[in-house]
């Protein structure tokens, strides 16, 4: 399974795509992990309108920055050792679908 690891900062222009990107990959065996630090946008809410059973939003109350948000994160995927992570930035997507 791949395990995508997403951290966020003030990007509210970006995420819609960086979300739009992950639903629209071709391999559906992923799920996402959403870290959000304080950054008073809009970035939490939207990704809180796209949550799901694959997508899950953690919304730091401090900011923590982007290692602390990544182990953080790898820990809630309980990810497995054939698990793959893979580290995305809220305001980049993927290419395309594959």
Not at 43 to 48: E, G, Q
Not at 55 to 66: E, P, V
Request: with cysteine; glycine share 4%.
């Amino acid at each position: 399974m791949f395990q995508i690891i997403v951290n966020c900062g003030p990007c509210e222009n970006y995420i819609d795509r960086c979300i739009d990107s992950l639903i629209s990959q071709s391999v559906k065996d992923w799920r996402a992990f959403v870290t959000v630090d304080p950054c008073g946008d809009h970035t939490c809410i939207k990704v809180a309108e796209r949550c799901g059973a694959r997508i899950k939003l953690h919304s730091n109350k401090t900011r923590l920055y982007s290692l602390h948000n990544t182990v953080n994160a790898i820990i809630r995927s309980r990810a497995h050792s054939e698990d793959i992570i893979v580290s995305l930035d809220g305001d980049d997507w993927f290419a395309d679908s594959d």
